[in-house]
């Protein structure tokens, strides 16, 4: 038992040094601007926790983050790298708008589990094919997938300039859906309405998924030792597919919610970078669900704290984002800084010796 | 209609949209002959514009910003190179994460430096010249497609020579595509091959700090928040479609420089300019499928 | 008495989990064909590699010409006059072979172009001058390994060398480029006084090649002989024997009916060479066959095959009457087969999961562990991990352990805790106790004979004669991806086998 504790323990003790080194660095710069940034980090955490209004904002952020964190650690861990969230989101995103703004009478509940199920078919699809790529012809997918994301926003970008513009003129948008099909707002004026229950529902299937079911057991022996998987009788091709599959469907989805929860029409530039948020955020976690979770809220914090930030004390709120790209870069050194470290230590003892 | 879209000036707007792509690119076919799946040039490229803008307008040259920009990259080859060859981290998460971090770093500073949101741009900004040949002022659509370009559109075909001779007539180059493809090799006749990736990371980001550099100070004389645009992915395409060959690569750039042509003209007329603008992408696909179905092929036999 | 060119004095090198070379002293005379033989992961490589500057030993000298070294690297050994021939090929695939061997130190004109004319032109001279026969212009991934190989004798040959290691140099090679590379190293020897230091597992090479031969065997050299004065079936011994006092097992007669039957196999090796040729056995319930062989003999192609890891190109698979020829890895598991592979490492765990997961794998969708074939049952796992753990004597803290953080013998009790658990009617079986400290070794001897007295039928492959001997009711000898004998054990002694396990069918000793 004390041993897997350990390597937890381990873990938890980089990534509090991570974000502590990343959020030093982020404090210095502060200083360098003749800031106090403790002044900074205050308002910035009050700016996301501060009040009602606040708090509904920050955990409205978290619904994108967590569902392509999820579909990251899904495909991360069963050795296949889906980078095409983006791309996912966007098909999945009009292909939900399309329902919206099409099929009108619909009753409401139908409309919206047939827009959901055709933003996951459109992602999933998507997926599909750098997958198949991969697993059949050894293409590589990180490749693959990230051409796959410009090809996506272009297409989305096409049909809202042209076939799919909205009745009012070219705007960079589709018609708006339905009125009935708006996502309820849990609190007034913000942004947070009712995916987050539909998210908190998929996070707990996809955390079933992953650790109580032995498909997801599959799809980590998969991920861990091919070759093992497939000497005990795994069919690692497969899992490799399914796991690309459902990846894209989470980040269909996500965007779906994007259009039903948020903007009520697609937009040409729907997503700015969620998809890669939330590869971060399973990154940085090292694709636990729950972690997840827990560092979309950290992420969408520093998201929405970061404006009060600025207002407090002048400092661009996109101090943020460094911030974040210094966590990961940490984390993803993290192995590599421990083997340095070390060996270090060996040569001191050596030495010594 | 068309006669307003197909003519010199086409040729003329894909030498300059391709330039960019030309100048990454070079850079980044260095890493991947050295082994690197490098898909941070889009950030490198993006903090070479910031830091071009940044060196021309304070120290009131062009000169000086290109510097500026080149250091700047340098640094972000270093920050790469440390973490993929050093730390050994995933490639394309370190790639992805200086995407992300040159994203933020350059608006962060262009509003706590310039104080605006959104583009700086400035009187104060000296552009790179523009060349003029007196020798070509007489031969007509030459004159028209060649004559009176930024000054790295001249250098970037230098330098694409320069790179092919690097790679293919040096010692040097030998020992960077050895890095790459046989790297125990590389170490058993006595050169090191971590030594040749990290030079590679490093002139890669050179190379996109100049590319970045053109961008805002050759191409337009302005920064804008995520100005590269995608420029890094489609110079990445432009590497795989040209098989990593500085020459092949070129062509390749230029080719998607004239799809990217092609499309703002066509927009300009109110054609739809989303599919020309795929075609790297797609391209890029394909051609890997090719390669890969062929391999298979060879396999099988 | 002729100059000592290399000396090692009591070198030892340790590794993270291993003790690869345990206080090895030797010296290497001018002008001699010095032969190292010993089974995989006799600490060979190792020993070369330290030579040759890739490693820096833990403790001991090493003496060069007569000098000291301080400095281990690659380029301070080839400034010494060392080359080394590795056994994957440090050649760069799309480079030429004049490009290859010039690589590292080329001559340049205008001190920063490479010169490729000049470098065709040495390429050329070398042929000529060592009678090794290339075409400079041509590309290595264009070029069979034969002549692979001769550009890396080149490439030493071309930066000064005069002492030559070849680290496995047949491994690879037709029966014919064998021929051709021994006249080359015999005429690199005789005529052009160099030192050749070679490092092979066959034996019968050895015996045609070198001078004297020095024998290890799990980091240790064991003896260093002059190869006149020994033959095949000596350092056969000398290789295998494990001086391990095992007493007897008792083994009673079962009778049962054929389970296994595999007849005229051709399967291939990872380089697509015919690794075996027409193999043809059967195994019957409640008996152990065995496979002699020195390693390299088809033996782990064999295993793979029978598992529907490795494609059958020609030939039939009959387990319990059905054909299962082509059949994949999980069809072949539902047929009632597990498996022990070769390599637990890489094939038999996954090292970064914990010893539950280890153990669950292919269990993972029984009612017992899973309800609905959904949910897992983890307190269930949990105590099956428990229980196996604790029934084939796995050491560790808990079950939740990482695999890869066990010593050998405990990987290997968890494999087989997990593959024999499984309760099937056949086990394939190899190398069982590499690796692995005595105690364990005992204790798995015993599981496999129980596994037997309950009925199994068993292929059971080892590079260890002892186990061989112990353990197996047949015996088959495999030489060169044939069967060369048949035996029932007690018909044989170890002394003849070795006969047939290097290939010469003597009919009585």
Redesign the interface.
Known sequence: ????AK?NVEYLISLFLSIFAALLIGALIMLLNGQNPIVGYKALVLGAFGSKYKIATTFAKTVPLILTGLATAISFMSGIFNIGGEGQLYLGAFAAAYIGFTFTNLPVFIAIILAIIASALIGGLYAYFPAVLRVKYEIDEVITTIMLNSVAILFTNYLVNYPFQAAQGKMGGTDMIAEAFKFPKLVKLSKLNTSIFYTAIIAIIIYYLIK???FG??F??VG??G?????????TKRYMILAMVISGALCGIAGAFEVYGVHYRFLQNISKGYAFDGMLVALIVKNNPVGIILMSIFFAMLKTGSNSMEVATGIPSELILVIQSIIILFIAGENGFKKLFKEYRLKRGKLVK | MLHDVFNLTLLQNTIRTATPLILAALGGLLTMHAGILNIGMEGMILIGAFFGVLGSYYFGSALAGVLLAMLSGLLIGLIFGVFTIELKSDEFIIGIAINIFAGGLTVFLLRSIFGVKGAFSSPKIVPLPDVHFPIIDKLGFLDVIFNNHSVFIYISWILVICVY?FLY???YG??M??AG??P????????SPKRMKYISSLLCGIFCGIAGAHLSLGYLTLFTENMSAGRGFIALAAIIFGASNPIKTFGAALLFGFFDALGIRLQGVGIASQFTQMIPYLATIFVLFIVAKGKLNRKGI | MSERIIELKNVSKQFPSVLANDNISLHINKGEIYAIVGENGAGKSTLMKTMYG?HEPTSGEVYIKGEKIKSF???NS?KRGIG?V?QHF??????TIA?NIV????P?SKR???DKKKAVDIVKSLSRTYGLEVDPNAKIQDVSVGIQQRVEIL?TLY?GADILILDEPTAVLTPQETEELFKVIKRLVNELDKTVIIITHKLNEVLTISDRVAVMRQGKLVDVVNTREVNEKILAELMVGREVLLEDIDKPEIKGEEVVRVKDLVVKDNRGFDALKGVSFHINKGEILGVAGIEGNGQSELTEAL?G?RKIEVGHVFIKGIDATGF???K???LGVA?I?EDRL?????????IT?NI???S??KEEF?KN????K?DKIRDYAKKLIKKFDVRT??E???VG?LSGGNMQKVVIAREFSFNTEILLISQPTRGVDIGAIEFIHDQIIKKRNEGCAILLISAELDEIFRLSDRIITLYEGKVTGEFKNGEITKNEIGYYMTGNRKEQV
């Open positions: 038992m004390f041993k897997k390597d109580k079911t032995p057991y599959n980590r022996i861990e030792n070759v093992f998987a497939k000497y005990a009788g795994i069919n | 001779i007539k040096t010692p030998y020992w595509r050895g493809e046989h125990e090799c590389l170490e058993t006749v006595g050169v | 890739l690297s690659p380029s080839i080394m590795h440090m050649l760069v695939p799309s480079f490009e690589l590292g130190s080329e340049r920063i172009f490479s490439k930066k598992a890891m994949n890895p999980k072949i598991r539902e498996h592979p890489v094939t038999g765990l996954s090292k970064v999961s914990s997961d669950l794998m292919g993972q969708f899973c074939k959904l949910h897992l983890r803290p808990s939740d352990v990482k953080s």
